[in-house]
């Protein structure tokens, strides 16, 4: 059974429950992630795969605590390169069902490298993104999705700088499934998270997840719930790529949930390349302990 | 153990100096290296030993060109020294390589006569050499070919004719490389090699005639190189995944498992950079496989932060260093034995990361695999040291006794301990069993975080420093790997050396040589060169007056990080200096015997390194 074959609905086995570990999340009350979080174990539990063949890669932030938040195999790495080390999981074992979480600054600051690569190679990955605009565990800088003129810490006078639009790059970068999600509308998360999940290739799904402690009033759950337009109430068709980058570009304006793009003719994982690869090269592979005649002259 | 002491590079105290070492010098079209090729293929399947090593101009094509072929009948270790047999193509070319193609008072030298210069002309004057041989190459392969490519052809009919090379072979590995290039091209390079095989027979050299006993087994030997054989040896190691990014001169390794890694079930991916290249390492070994990397200096160095999570994370790994010249992007090309301190400590927080180095070719294969083995079994990232100079020079090898070596699993946790599976336990050898994704009841949490027994996160001192004695601790029997390292010659004699990587072949034959003269020289060629094996140098210290430490790396970074562990109780000093030109022989004998000439005792007892 793959990532992309999951269990039927309706034959679930596993409840929310088993998704969840005992430890107590560091987030501060009020915090989006808590949201995320939830909608993780929701989306699993209807997904149905046993929480041991699941692999949850995070890398540095808040957010990235949530591997062990969780009952699946989780991995807390270092801060940006939870992508290339899920990868490697992903390509090691394809049947496992992988999945990346993370802030904004580890995905499209100091990671940011790694997310077009990840796109192009169409690993089948769902990378949720945690998107708060601040840096919130070394307590309150910029990030790459602030918007410009934000004051912080690090920007006493407010930034220059025009904010990174992770929608908008992943489009562009060639993603099959482009969707965003809000805490304030749990179920609408938890649909989100669920449908990047059975996406067969790789899915990116930013979350605006507001920071209860550095992160502005306007953009708090109450303020979301106010704010929030549902894509599908727009008539949205996520078939549509130029409606989808288009409703894209007003990220930071506007905030749709919903999702934005879901290419209608998914592309070869490069999982499945390398499966057939394999297939067709191994019955000419003498055995690892004969490597050596590659060298004979004779 | 017994597990390095293979014929592959076993000590053979009666070696012969039977050799001939061929220095030969181009432009860049002028296929002097491909001349080299051919001439060890044929070596290779004649059973000679020999060793080739290239040198390239810096340009991406053209540009000058030269090799350095040693064939012997006996075994070797270096590429040797002083040329016996030069060829020039045109002065220009030869000259650049300077003293990678030292000429010496025995050399034959062979040259382009279109250069127009006469044999009591030639710029080759300190010292003069034996004897300068005009030849009309271009002339020859204009002739018999109709092209100026076959003048490597009509080389190779020379060197065969005067020096008694298997013709034959060099002719039937010719037919063989120019098999695809229809009959004209196949006939025309046979006319050039018979050309250079008549002028030889018509010019005897007379007094400067050199003449290559024939091998004692004329059973063909294996032919590689050091980048090409750390991927095979991945491939017999059970390597499953290869994660990296092309760098020069590694990237060799990454093409060979290209080649070969999918038909064993493996994986390969060319990340987007050096640090991805092992993230997806780590993530493969995190979901149970075996998996490597290979980068040089500038890769390492971006690789730090993610090899310390390796550590933290307990995840075995194996990571190729082929070194080339640093700092920065350095001398891309060329040899240097100066990331010993990048690999043993470009770390943050206390780490013990073991860094193994191959000495020769033919040793790339059992310590490669011995990396795979100790990164297994310690649940730790294994760096291996390769260097410039093995990884792209090609040498003839005597097969490979593969059943001898191990190949170590990971410890996997038994049922009882699924009950409930502690990813971290404090065992009494430090070594906590490992699950991995896929494997019921085994799930936790991997992080680069400090984390407690269970995985959980930690910022409390006392878990910390538990977890840091755990991790240090179970690395603690690679002290006594004496299997590891090479000591040979009397194990009383007075003076040591001890050279490491490419350099411990030029330095072991240099001590057999003084042996020869009767000097007692012992020489100690580490292949575990971190942690510093404290016991094995104190008992290979314990009979000596003096020792000198060789290698390639202007601040003698072998000797300062021995020093730093072991206690010297005599002299020791260095001779140390940077890269590109590798160490020969006659150069370590000569820094021997002028040690061996001093009083030990007015030799102050902590002497900076030779500069």
């Known amino acids: ?298 | 153990m017994g597990l390095f002491n293979t014929p592959t590079f076993s000590v053979q105290a009666s070696l012969m100096i039977s050799d001939l070492v061929i220095g030969m010098a181009g432009a860049g079209g002028d296929g002097i290296v491909s001349a080299g090729e051919s001439l060890i293929a044929a070596a290779a399947r004649e059973g000679y030993y020999a060793i080739l090593t290239k040198s390239f101009g810096s340009q991406i094509r053209g540009g000058e060109s030269s090799c350095r072929l040693r064939l012997s009948a006996e075994p070797i270790l270096s590429a040797g020294g002083t040329l016996q047999v030069a060829v020039a193509l045109n002065w220009e070319d030869f000259l650049k390589f300077g003293g990678e193609l030292p000429v010496g008072s025995e050399t034959v030298v062979i040259y382009e006569e279109a250069t127009g210069v006469a044999p009591g002309q030639i710029p080759l004057d300190r010292p003069r050499p034996a004897l300068a041989v005009p030849a009309p190459i271009a002339r020859m392969a204009q002739e018999t070919a109709g092209t100026l490519k076959a003048k490597n052809t009509v080389v190779l009919g020379l060197l065969s004719g005067w020096f008694g090379l298997a013709g034959e072979s060099i002719r039937s590995g010719m037919r063989r490389k120019f098999a695809g290039k229809g009959a004209e091209v196949q006939a025309g390079n046979d006319r050039a090699f018979q050309a250079g095989l008549d002028y030889a027979a018509q010019h005897p050299l007379g007094s400067g005639s050199r003449r290559l006993p024939p091998p004692a087994h004329r059973k063909p030997k294996l032919l590689t190189d050091g980048n090409d054989m750390c991927g095979a040896a991945a491939i017999f190691a059970g390597c499953e995944f290869f994660g990296g990014y092309p760098i020069t001169p590694s990237s060799e390794i990454m093409q060979f498992l290209n080649r070969e890694i999918w038909k064993h079930g493996g994986v390969l991916l060319q990340a987007e950079d050096e640090i991805a290249g092992l993230g997806a390492v780590v993530g493969a070994s995190f979901a149970g496989k075996k998996a490597m990397t290979a980068t040089s200096g500038p890769g390492l160095s971006l690789k730090g932060e993610m090899l310390g999570l390796a550590t933290i994370a307990e995840l075995p790994l194996v990571c190729v260093d082929v070194q080339r010249g640093g700092p920065s992007t350095g001398l891309p090309t060329k040899s240097e034995q100066s990331d010993l301190w990048a690999a043993a400590f470009s770390a943050h927080g206390d780490v013990v990361r073991p860094v193994l180095a191959p000495i020769t070719v033919a040793d790339v294969f059992p310590v490669t695999v011995e990396a795979f083995n100790i990164a297994e079994q310690f649940q730790t990232p294994v760096i291996v040291l390769s260097d410039q100079e093995l990884a792209q020079r090609k040498e003839t090898i005597d097969p490979i006794d593969t059943a001898r070596l191990q190949r170590i699993e990971r410890r996997r946790p038994a049922a009882a301990d699924l009950d409930p599976y502690v990813r971290y336990r404090i065992t009494p050898d430090g070594i906590s069993p490992i699950s991995y994704p896929g494997m019921p009841g085994g799930n936790h949490l991997a992080s680069g975080i400090e984390h407690n027994e269970n995985g959980a996160p930690s910022a409390n001192g006392a878990v910390h420093a538990r977890m840091n004695e755990k991790r240090i601790r179970k690395l603690a029997p690679l002290g006594d790997r004496d299997d590891l390292f090479t000591r040979e010659g009397p194990p009383d004699a007075p003076i040591g050396v001890i050279g490491w990587g490419s350099t411990a072949g030029p330095l072991i034959e240099a001590a057999r040589n003084l042996q020869r003269e009767g000097l007692a020289v012992q020489a100690l060629a580490p292949r575990l060169l971190y942690p510093v094996a404290e016991k094995v140098y104190r008992r290979f210290f314990a009979s000596l007056r003096v020792c000198l430490v060789v290698e390639q790396s202007h601040l003698a970074q072998l000797y300062r990080l021995i020093r730093m562990f072991v206690d010297l109780p005599c002299p020791c000093h260095s001779l140390a200096r940077s890269g590109a030109n590798p160490f020969s022989p006659e150069e370590i004998a000569g820094q021997i015997r002028s040690l061996a000439g001093l009083d030990p005792a007015a030799v102050p007892s902590t002497p900076a390194p030779t500069r």
């Not at chain 1, 560091?26 to 989306?43: K, S």
């Not at chain 1, 992988?98 to 490298?113: E, M, Q, R």
Request: hydrophobic share 35%.
């Open chain 1, 1 to 298: 059974m793959t990532a992309s074959t999951p269990v039927p609905a309706g034959s679930q086995p596993f409840t929310t429950k088993d998704y969840r570990s005992n430890l107590k999340p560091i987030w501060c009350a009020g915090c989006g992630d808590f949201g995320v979080a939830t909608a993780l174990y929701r989306a699993l539990a209807a997904v149905g795969r046993p929480p041991h063949e699941i692999a949850l890669v995070s890398g540095i932030g808040c957010s990235s605590r949530i591997p062990g938040y969780t009952n699946c195999y989780g991995f807390n790495s270092i801060h940006g390169r939870a992508l290339p080390i899920a990868q490697g999981i992903k390509l090691a074992n394809p049947d496992l069902l992988v999945l990346v979480a993370g802030g904004d600054g580890d995905g499209f600051s100091i990671g940011g490298n790694h997310v077009a690569h990840a796109i192009r190679r169409n690993v089948d990955l769902t990378y949720i993104c945690m998107d708060n605009q601040i840096y919130g565990l070394t307590k309150g800088q910029l990030s790459p999705t602030s918007p410009r003129g934000l004051k912080t810490v690090s920007s006493s006078y407010g930034s220059f700088e025009e904010p990174v639009n992770p929608l908008l790059y992943c489009l562009a970068y060639g993603a099959g499934f482009v969707a965003q999600g809000a805490p304030a509308d749990m179920d609408g998360l938890t649909a989100l998270i669920e449908a990047g999940i059975r996406y067969p290739g790789f899915a990116f799904i930013n979350v605006q997840s507001p920071c209860v402690t550095y992160g502005e009033e306007k953009f708090q759950l109450k303020a979301q719930k106010l704010r929030l337009e549902k894509l599908e109430a727009l008539g949205h068709d996520p078939a549509d790529f130029m409606k989808a980058t288009e409703r894209a570009r007003a990220y930071g304006e506007k905030l749709y949930t919903g999702i934005y793009y879901r290419c209608p003719s998914p592309a070869a994982t490069f999982e499945s390349m390398a499966r057939e690869r394999r297939q067709e090269l191994q019955s000419r592979a003498a055995s690892r302990s004969s490597i050596l005649d590659l060298f004979q002259t004779a």
